[in-house]
């Protein structure tokens, strides 16, 4: 989803995937956040409208994983 969707965007993609939560993603197609269904209720019960871009209700900082690599010689005990 982009990051200039509305909220109502968002919600509707919630809605059609079930799966609780919708990517959203920059021009390059690089993740920025996630818009939640708890992103969702927090947004309305504070008074939020449905026509804002979703970017203004998502979670931001998601955690990235690193791949671990193997030391390059082995430690000893």
Do not use: H, I
């Amino acid at each position: 989803m982009a990051l200039t969707a509305s909220v109502m965007d968002a919600m509707l993609e919630l809605s059609r995937t079930g799966l609780g939560l919708v990517a959203v993603c920059d021009a390059q197609q690089q993740v920025q956040g996630v818009f939640t269904d708890g992103d969702l209720r927090r947004w309305l019960v504070g008074g939020g409208a449905l026509t804002t871009p979703v970017n203004e209700a998502m979670t931001t900082g998601a955690p990235r994983y690193r791949r671990k690599v193997a030391p390059s010689t082995p430690k000893r005990s």
